[in-house]
């Protein structure tokens, strides 16, 4: 483990409600901008599934854990402050007078956001995995893609007769035998 992410810490960065996603999206433009992959490590918008039933359907929907508000692991200095401070949407760092106070490991633990145990998937491309959770659980697909740095693997499902490609988290997957 590099030096930096020894002192990559989760930040809290308060926006504009309903602007969590652009805000997201804004400073992993400006992180592969300005090459701060190393300072800026990930940005995150925690989301839940959410059963919801409208007209006798039942339908999940994805819920913001903690609206108004994006996740930031990252190296503070005078460079990343200035860089999320000034992307649009964003209102302050939380922390007494917006100076920004990094999560302690216990609240970070309990957001679930990180987890200590190491994740790894034993499949390769072009295997058949079964989705386990999400809204494809029980569906079945093709390993098309495998991302070890983001825990993440794309498989393509038949969704409605379409070969679909999705992402999902090495979790939400287990290889068939």
């Known amino acids: 483990m590099s030096e930096q992410e020894n002192q990559a ?6 926006t504009y409600s309903g602007y969590e996603n652009k805000v997201k999206a804004d400073i992993e433009k ?17 989301v839940e599934d959410e059963v919801e039933i409208k ?14 508000y994006v996740l930031l692991k990252m190296v503070m200095n005078d460079d990343t402050w200035y860089v999320v401070r000034n992307t649009r949407g964003v209102t302050s760092f939380v922390g ?3 100076k920004p106070v990094a999560l302690t490991d216990s609240e970070v633990e309990a957001m679930g956001i990180e987890t200590k145990e ?9 295997d058949s995995v ?12 093709i ?3 495998i991302n070890e740095n983001k825990k993440t ?12 490609p999705m992402e999902l988290g090495f979790n939400q997957v287990q290889p068939m035998n």
């Open 9 to 14: 810490k989760w930040y809290v960065v308060h």
């Open 30 to 46: 400006l992180v592969e901008n300005r090459g701060m992959h190393d300072l800026i490590q990930e940005v995150a918008v925690p």
């Open 55 to 68: 007209n006798g359907q039942k339908k999940v929907v994805q819920r913001k854990v903690f609206p108004g």
């Open 96 to 98: 007494p007078g917006s």
């Open 118 to 126: 190491v994740v790894s998937l034993d499949v390769e491309l072009g």
């Open 130 to 141: 079964l989705v386990t959770s999400g809204p494809f659980a029980d569906s079945v697909g």
């Open 143 to 145: 390993v098309k893609e």
């Open 153 to 164: 693997i794309v498989v393509k499902l038949s969704i409605f007769g379409r070969e679909t």
